[in-house]
Structures are given as C-alpha cells and as structure tokens.
C-alpha cells in the first residue's frame, strides 16, 4: 500500500465507482474472509468464475479494492497495547501539515492516522509492546517532533467491535 504523504493525498476521493448488486456482494464476502476463492465467491453471489474474477479485476483498478488485510490479535505478537493519541498542531499551514504526515507514516507505531475537525487536527491509532513502550514512543518520538501543540492519549481496555466490513 502505497504511503500518503502530502495533505491532498490523504484527502477523501469523492468520485465514486459503479457498482452493482452482485459488485457489493462480492465485496461483503471479501471484507468478511480476503482469502475466500473466486469458484466460492461465484456459488455465493451466482455467477460463473469468470465474470466474479473481471469483476475483482475491475474493482482493484478502480481502487474500490485498496488492498487485502490480515487482522492480527496484537498480544500475541507483542502489540497488546493499543492507543488512541489525539494530536493538534501549532501551525496550520500546508507545509507544516505535510511535515507531520512525513512523520506519522516513518512511524512503524502508527498503524492509522485519520485528519479530524473539532479541538485537534489528528487521530492516531498506535500500538505498542507495553506502557514502557508507548511511553518511549510518546516522549523520544511523537512529543520531538515540530510544531505538535497539545497530544492527549486515551488507552484502550478492550476492542469491543473490530470490522473492516463498509459495505
């Protein structure tokens, strides 16, 4: 997956694609199992093999498909601390929003940052080994960087709900 690393990269596309019944259900069933085989995704949605994979095909060139994902259960890889850092910048100016995303996407800790309205200017989702860990990352990485006005980390104490299903 390609970085974002400028402002008007990482804005949301507002052009759609068409997409139809059979499209979207093909969708569902790759947002639910990515490993899913196209013979199966064609018994499910009736079609034959070969219109599900152009279909696919189509839908990957477009970029309604990004990419494919695997969800990781983060304390088995020691990852079990997850947090939400929310972060306002001093300066808004373009250059110094480009800054930060430079920053926030050479920061393997990051794995989200979303641009947010209201009182700060982003949301990070970050995952680290332990307190210890998240505590190095906050004071020796984020907090060093320039223009970062206000940071506030809310942790998270369990994942009640966790998709990648959108349609």
Known sequence: MKNKTSLEDSTISTSTVPVDSKDLAILRLLQTN?????????????????PVHERIKRLEATGVIKQYATLIDGAKVRKGLM?????????HSKKSGTQFIKLINELPEVVECYSISGEFDFMLKIVA???????NFHVNKLSQAENIGQVQSVFIMGVVKQTLVMV
């Open 129 to 135: 080994e332990d307190m210890n860990s998240y505590y």
């Open 34 to 50: 990515a490993r899913i085989s196209v013979r199966e995704i064609a018994e499910a949605v009736q079609l034959s093999t070969t």
């Open 83 to 91: 947090v939400i850092c929310y972060v306002s910048l001093n300066q």
